[in-house]
């Protein structure tokens, strides 16, 4: 039975009559949507004045002194910089892929890395996300695939060529150029204000699709961008070119431009011209059946600018929105609101401190005009000389209220650092009794109470924004990648992607994508136990496991991938399978790019050698990788032959290199990492009192 012919994904839709209706309601809806959560972006407002520490109209006191205490701010950012670094751990590995064996496949694991670095993940999203999410209450994330092209030059220098043959003293500079695409995933950081989920009720964006409803970015776009959404098709030409005539800098009243806000904080006036309008993402009904479609509308409410059909082949919505705090609704709550009065207090109370303290700075001479008929004379100056009797001038000192403003301060800073979640391992300050240094049992529930409260926001994060985020980049990879740019930009890990294609039907099947930093940071004590169970097992003899057989492969896998990372661990720890024998050909093309590309050892290094050696001759060898690779094929060749000849000889192996325990070399069965001793732990162990901040349970001990 033939299946039924589908719509394309990029025919436009809006001229159809059903559908144009249904976008019309749609369009209606957001616009409803976005006045129903003014409220809240008028909040979020105030509450990035109070993390930018800028005085506004909630200040009860108003007088000469104008200062902010930054409690808030250093809250926020303690909290972001100790969330950031649990996320991504120095290690450098933070995605972990599983295929259908059991098995990581290095190169979809190094290439997943490479977009985590490309995208700029640590540098640019995760720490401005972080602090997004603790002052408006939730993180959206809006995941597109960017392509731009570069046209690239560069110089090559090759011996030139006299009577047919190449002249080694005379040398010629070749300038080539080339136009390249440079393409990986782009993340886009959202406003909450600029997000409107609807129904509200849902609990996820996707769900409230699902359930019937939509999910909106409220867009400013500019000439330029219009011009181009025109030539890609996104939105229709007439229309398009009608809002580019009509357009003016516009902002609905009432509106929230959390952009502009921080644009304004950063000293920048604003003043270009954009054009706002609506993508909506929704389900509409296509050839009889519901289907995933984005659609653009423009300010008017019959402004219908285009729809589509999703262009990503996995079918989802870009944006990743999750709440820091899950309510049961799709959206959280500000973790200011509840600190943002004792914020205005501490800040009331430091500038009636302030301006009481101007007061305190200034003595208060008292004098009898009529006993002191000279007060003009009364200069303050360096030597001076007062006419007047000593008992007819006293002075006087206005109390020092700023102490007590200060104490407020404090407490206001206490309590808003408990609001917060900000425990003293994120700042420097000290708990315990004033002036007494604190014991080992304060010194272990800080460090519990710092890994409780840092486990529960990065999981958050790791199940709602990053799993996703790298399955996405994954998705993406699938549709958009091509392999060429793969290989320059990757060497041999793209010929790995490039043999390892992933179809994207199989992207939830074949392979499962998640986000390891989280888990590689908190596991790091657990690391050193499965070292040391590793070290019992080993010496079991196998007539005590009836039945069952030990494969170490898995695990010194993952050991050597924690601790290498995925670009060094398939270096460290070779797959057999990974040195299978290429053809020379396919090496002569990667050896002419410049590639450095290693031997195998199941080449047949003759023939390869002749292949090189004519390849070479051909094309020549400016860069020298050629005879770099025929030297590693001869060393090959001479350690294979030494090899033959060792086992021919029966010569037994060096001490240390058998397999049985207490040689030299090999450690004891049964080892286990002891407790605190007074000598030198191993290079790169954990210090036992930062056991606690790598997972341990703390046990507190006498000093």
């Known amino acids: 039975m033939a299946s039924k012919k589908q719509t394309p994904r990029d025919e436009e839709l809006s001229g159809r009559k059903r559908i144009r209706d249904r976008l019309l309601e749609i369009h209606s809806e957001v616009d409803q949507g976005f006045i129903a959560q003014r409220d809240r972006a008028d909040d979020q407002v105030d509450f990035w004045d109070i993390y930018n520490c800028k005085l506004g109209g909630n200040q009860y006191y108003d007088g000469n002194s104008k200062i902010f205490v930054p409690i808030v701010h250093n809250a926020i950012n303690a909290r972001k910089t100790r969330f950031t670094n649990q996320i991504f751990p120095r290690s450098g590995r ?366 958050v994060q790791e199940e709602g924004v990053w799993t996703p985020l790298i399955e996405r980049f994954m998705e993406y990879d699938a549709q958009f990648r091509t392999n060429d740019v793969t290989i320059r930009a990757f060497g041999q890990m793209g010929v790995r992607a490039k043999m390892e294609s992933i179809p994207p039907l199989q992207m939830g099947r074949r392979y499962e994508f998640r986000w390891f930093g989280v888990e590689q940071a908190r596991n790091a004590a657990q690391i050193q136990q499965q070292i040391a169970a590793i070290n019992v097992v080993r010496g079991i003899p196998p007539q005590l496991l009836p039945g069952r057989r030990l494969d170490l492969v898995v695990p010194v896998e993952r050991l050597i991938m924690s601790a290498f990372g995925p670009r060094d661990a398939p270096l460290v720890f070779k797959d057999v399978r990974d040195e299978l024998s290429h053809p020379p050909d396919a090496e002569n093309d990667m050896l002419a790019e410049g590639f450095e590309v290693p031997t195998s050892p199941f080449d047949n290094d003759v023939k390869h050698i002749q292949a090189h050696l004519a390849a070479m001759k051909e094309q020549g060898d400016p860069k020298g990788v050629f005879r770099v690779h025929i030297l590693n094929h001869q060393m090959q060749m001479a350690q294979k032959a030494g090899q033959a000849q060792q086992q021919q000889q029966g010569q037994p192996g060096s001490p240390g290199g058998g397999g049985n325990p207490g040689l030299p070399g090999q450690p004891r069965p049964g080892a286990q990492p002891a407790g605190p001793r007074m000598l030198r732990a191993a290079p790169g162990a954990i210090r036992p009192d930062a056991m606690p901040q790598a997972g341990a349970t703390p046990m507190p001990r006498k000093m």
């Not at 950081?189 to 999910?215: C, K």
């Not at 389900?283 to 729809?307: E, H, N, Q, S």
């Not at 049992?441 to 409780?452: G, K, M, N, S």
């Open 94 to 459: 933070c995605v972990d892929v599983i295929d259908e064996n059991g098995e990581q496949p290095a190169a979809l694991m190094a290439l997943a890395e490479h977009y985590v670095r490309r995208a700029k993940l640590r540098t640019k999203i995760a720490p401005a996300m972080n602090k997004y999410g603790d002052i408006e209450g939730q993180y959206n994330l809006y995941v597109s695939w960017a392509s731009h092209r570069r046209d690239v030059c560069w110089v090559e220098t090759k011996p030139a060529d006299v009577d047919g043959f190449d002249s080694p003293n005379e040398e010629i500079e070749d300038i080539h150029e080339e136009t390249i695409f440079d393409e990986h995933p782009e993340v886009e950081l959202i406003p909450d204000s600029d997000v409107l989920i609807h129904p509200a009720t849902a609990s996820t964006a996707d769900e409230a699709i699902e359930l019937g409803g939509h999910v909106t970015i409220l867009r400013r776009w500019t000439k330029a961008r219009l011009r181009e959404m025109i030539a890609e098709g996104e939105i229709v030409k007439d229309e398009g070119d009608r809002i580019i005539k009509e357009m003016r800098r516009v902002e609905s009243a009432g509106r929230s431009n959390t952009r502009k806000e921080l644009v304004d904080a950063a000293g920048i006036k604003d003043k270009g011209k954009y054009y706002l309008g609506y993508e909506t993402w929704t389900k509409l009904k296509i050839d009889g059946a519901m289907r995933l479609c984005c659609a653009y509308f423009g300010g008017g409410p019959t402004i219908v600018l285009g729809a589509k059909r999703c262009k990503y082949w996995c079918d989802r919505q870009p944006l990743i929105s999750c709440p820091v705090e899950n309510l049961g609704v799709s959206k959280g709550a500000s973790l200011i609101e509840p600190a943002k009065e004792m914020q205005y207090a501490a800040n009331d109370a430091v500038n009636e401190g302030m301006d009481s303290a101007t007061y305190a700075l200034l003595p208060i001479i008292m004098t009898d005009p009529v006993k002191n008929p000279k007060v003009g004379s009364m200069i303050l100056d360096l030597a001076a000389v007062w006419e007047t009797s000593p008992n007819d001038t006293k002075f006087a000192q206005f109390p020092a209220l700023w102490k007590d403003a200060f104490q407020i301060v404090a407490a206001s800073k206490s309590e808003i650092y408990e609001t917060l979640g900000v425990n003293p391992s994120m700042v420097p300050q000290q708990t315990g009794r004033p002036g007494a240094k604190r014991n080992q049992a304060e010194v272990a529930l800080e460090q519990q109470v710092d890994i409780l409260t840092t486990s529960d926001v990065v999981t």
